[in-house]
């Protein structure tokens, strides 16, 4: 059965970093994509980040606001997809989730088309 799981949330300042993980079962990851959506309070879910898969040339893309702050990679030995953040600003705070497509590549962030969704991590920046 196919599973996402994300770690490596929590409290931090203003400038500081965190790294998250997403560790996915139940499939070939090198064949897939993977997307970073975040849910900040009030609000709506939003698409942070995309990586395609290898196969795909692994290319990557981000939403406007965290453009040269974050960076999303992959390890498909160990079946991880992570998200780096640095720079972090209280805006950033929101519970992300790691979701899969079931596609090679990047399509765009409606949330339909994401079949499978992560518990989701906690990250708070604050003071």
């Known amino acids: 059965q196919l599973q996402l799981v994300e770690s490596g949330g929590g409290l931090v300042q203003p400038g500081g970093s965190l790294r998250l993980s997403c560790s996915t079962s139940g499939f070939t990851l090198r064949y897939y994509a993977i997307s970073w959506f975040r849910q900040a309070p009030g609000k709506e879910r939003e698409g942070v980040s995309c990586i395609s898969a290898s196969v795909s040339g692994g290319n990557t893309d981000y939403t406007d606001s965290v453009k040269g702050r974050f960076t999303i990679s992959r390890d498909n030995a160990k079946n991880t997809v992570y998200l780096q953040m640095n720079s972090l600003k209280p805006d950033d705070t929101g519970i992300y989730y790691c979701?899969?497509?079931?596609?090679?590549?990047?399509?765009?962030?409606?949330?339909?088309?994401?079949?499978?969704w992560g518990q989701g991590t906690q990250v708070t920046v604050s003071s």
């Open positions: 979701a899969a497509p079931l596609l090679g590549y990047c399509s765009g962030y409606a949330m339909e088309k994401y079949n499978y």
